[in-house]
């Protein structure tokens, strides 16, 4: 369908100020200025790609194989996993290519194409977050309730709302994106993202810019608003339980989720909410490797090290192995 569509947009010669201008392919400059250790950069992000995939990888098995992870915050986990997957599998095989290949080039459709699935799958990852956070919130401020608010069904139509609800607006904004002259096809990027695309085009594109920003603060700044009010409240109901070790536990279950919150918001908010003159390619180029690479990397070594029912399931699940 995505192609389908992109198809229909493909570029056309177009006159911009008497020059002609028709980009049909783009090159991913991404690492280029670092020709000495193309081959280091490989070894690097091929490590993290496998670290990835086996660690979020474990955390997908053992929610569904032990009965104590049958829980509806291990659920949302088990989602959040499957999305670090899909979400680095957007950029870092692109990456991997081209550090192998040297070939740098990507067809327009193929740029279109992926922006739009890191897009689409970006916006899951903040919804995810914030669904992560109403399920702390009633489990913690409203626990004799938890098993009938967040029951199966609500589960699984909070996840399914994550997945889907920023298909249709990041569609659009690919196509506005795309719909633009570009004066040259030059990426100074790893992947195709909008900020140095935005960068390439001819004319105003402050209309553009405006579309971002409020894209950005819908999918970015709400998600973030409202799990910073549901960890008020979490903290607020905390420090009122008497026990000791009923606040240490209840902070333990929701000191991971906090940090990958602060990790991925951090950055992407620097990212697309900052204004254009204050783009680098080099600070974009940091803090995309942080929030598409870094973040998902750490992510299992987080809520694994944080949780001792993860931990302990993964021990009885490689024991299994080695028996």
Request: glycine share 4%; aromatic share 12%; net charge positive.
């Amino acid at each position: 369908m995505l192609n389908s569509l992109f198809s229909q947009m493909l570029p056309r010669d177009q006159t911009i100020e008497g020059n002609l201008s028709s980009v049909v392919a783009f090159v991913l400059l991404g690492f280029s200025d670092l020709p000495n250790i193309q081959g280091f950069l490989f070894g690097i992000f091929f490590l993290i790609y496998m670290s990835i995939l086996i660690g979020n990888g474990l955390i997908i098995i053992i929610t569904r194989v032990d009965s104590v992870l049958q829980t509806p915050m291990y659920f949302f986990l088990a989602n959040f996993s499957s999305l670090e997957i899909c979400y680095v599998s957007v950029t870092l095989p692109r990456i991997l290519v081209n550090l192998w290949t040297q070939d740098r080039s990507i067809s327009w459709l193929g740029c279109a194409t992926q922006m739009c699935f890191f897009l689409m799958l970006g916006a899951t990852e903040c919804f995810l977050l914030a669904v992560m956070a109403y399920d702390r919130y009633v489990a913690i401020c409203n626990p004799l309730h938890y098993p009938l608010i967040v029951n199966h069904k609500m589960c699984v139509q909070l996840a399914v709302g994550a997945w889907l609800s920023g298909i249709p607006v990041q569609i659009g904004q690919t196509c506005q994106v795309f719909s633009l002259p570009f004066c040259s096809n030059q990426i100074n990027h790893f992947f195709c993202d909008i900020p140095p695309l935005i960068k390439l085009a001819c004319g105003d594109t402050s209309l553009n810019e405006m579309c971002v920003f409020a894209v950005a603060i819908l999918f970015v700044m709400i998600p973030f608003l409202f799990i910073l009010g549901s960890y008020v409240k979490i903290i607020s109901t905390i420090l009122k339980l008497s026990s000791a070790r009923g606040r240490s536990k209840a902070f333990s279950t929701c000191s991971s989720h906090i940090i990958v919150v602060l990790l991925f918001f951090g950055s992407a908010t620097i990212t697309y909410l900052r204004p254009k003159s204050n783009h680098s390619a080099r600070t974009d180029k940091m803090l995309s490797l942080f929030y598409t690479i870094v973040t998902p990397m750490f992510n299992p070594l987080i809520y694994s090290l944080r949780n001792k029912d993860v931990i302990t399931a993964l021990k009885k699940l490689l024991l299994k192995k080695t028996v």
